[in-house]
């Protein structure tokens, strides 16, 4: 019984040795441990790029799309009827000055009608001088014939003539009376036809002139559908159409939301296919309705005399609607969550996400309305993959650019 209890004693002690051997290598590894970690440099924190919130001068434009149009197309058609077009003067493209002759008409059977109109005048004009020469006879006769009548009055109340002679003397003024009378109604008669002939004579000579189609204003002729050998007339289709002073304009679409920010006298900048530069114009025209189906209203936008803008052509363009000084950041500093918009400002090498109201959005920077002040430092780009409260090594952005340029 004795031995046996020496046995399990001596187990015990050998156990109880082990275990402390275990915990004596397990406090000098933590030591080692710890040892290590106190003698190990400190993570220093990322070099991150920063900008600042500054003052800037922002323009707000409105994007449009549209064609290009003619300010002013003028329609040049015949105002004669029924006469045949001889010879076209003028074609699609050519610079035209106003009065300029663009087509011929043949005009052989107006000519005729204007001779016959001038014979018929001249025919008149005689018959109004034959007309007055009978007038001044007749009322030379009349006038004998008065003085006449006068006398024999006087020799009647003496008794010296009879009632016979008497009576024929009245009689002999009223007949001159009568060829005055009749020799003015020939002369008002001639002088009606020679009015009516005259008329006649200018509306032919009208339609004379008429027969050379001429350009109303000057511009640059955009279509001809003259052909040599058609007959026309005042409801033909029109022979040629015009571009006022050659004045070509952009009508651009604007939405109904973008409508009411639109107003005359602004700028526009407009980019053609085919031309290198853009081209810069101002709002002429505002229309005061919008399209009931398509919910785009019509801005008329004037545009410098260019060679290459040609009606028709599809552009695109921005409409300044807005220019003003205004706190901004760099676009790539916003960030966007469900929340809305933030920033990772940085205070004393500290994050800190921020919420933000921003406003207009352009040429690389964005507006801040609320949450930023002046001089206030926010991450640059890659905020995202920063937390707050995280410290940061700042480096302003032109240090930045300036490093990776070198």
Request: proline residues 4%; hydrophobic residues 45%; aromatic residues 2%.
């Amino acid at each position: 019984m004795s031995r046996s209890r020496s046995r399990w004693f001596g187990l015990l002690l050998l156990a109880g040795v082990a275990c402390l051997s275990v915990v004596a290598g397990g406090w000098r590894i933590l030591a080692s441990d710890r040892a290590v970690g106190d003698a190990g440099p400190a993570t220093p924190p990322p070099a991150t790029t920063i900008a600042r919130a500054e003052m800037h001068e922002v323009v707000e434009t409105l994007a449009v799309t549209g064609t290009l149009a003619a300010r002013e197309e003028v329609l040049v058609g015949a105002e004669v009827d029924g006469l045949r077009i001889v010879t076209i003067e003028a074609d699609v493209g050519d610079r035209v000055a106003a009065g300029q002759v663009l087509a011929r008409l043949d005009h052989a059977q107006l000519d005729a009608q204007l001779a016959q109109a001038e014979a018929t005048i001249a025919k008149a004009e005689a018959a109004i001088q034959q007309a007055r020469a009978s007038i001044d006879e007749a009322e030379a006769s009349a006038a004998q014939s008065q003085a006449s009548l006068e006398r024999a009055q006087t020799l009647r109340a003496s008794g010296n003539t009879s009632a016979e002679q008497l009576l024929a003397r009245q009689t002999e003024v009223k007949v001159a009376t009568a060829r005055i009378t009749s020799a003015e109604e020939t002369a008002r008669s001639a002088a009606a036809d020679k009015n009516l002939a005259e008329a006649q004579r200018d509306e032919i000579a009208l339609r004379i002139a008429r027969a050379e189609i001429k350009a109303p204003v000057a511009g640059v002729v955009s279509e001809r559908q003259a052909r040599i050998g058609a007959v026309v007339g005042v409801t033909s289709p029109p022979l040629f159409r015009m571009i006022r002073d050659g004045e070509v304009e952009f009508l651009a679409e604007v939405t109904e939301t973008g409508m009411p920010r639109v107003m005359p006298g602004q700028a526009a900048e407009l980019q053609l296919t085919g031309l290198d530069a853009p081209i810069r114009g101002t709002v002429r025209l505002v229309d005061p309705t919008v399209d009931a189906t398509s919910r785009l209203g019509r801005v008329a936008i004037t545009l410098p005399a260019e060679p290459g803008l040609r009606p028709g052509v599809f552009a695109q363009g921005m409409i300044e609607i807005g220019r003003r000084r205004t706190l901004t950041v760099p676009l790539s500093a916003v960030f966007f969550s469900a929340d809305g918009a933030y920033v990772q400002a940085v205070d004393q090498a500290v994050v800190n996400r921020r919420p933000v109201e921003i406003g207009f959005v352009g040429d690389g920077r964005v507006e801040i309305r609320r949450g930023l002040a002046e001089g206030d430092t926010v991450v640059l780009r890659a905020g995202s993959f920063l937390r707050p409260g995280d410290r940061i090594a700042p480096v302003q952005g032109a240090v930045a650019a300036a490093a990776k340029a070198g």
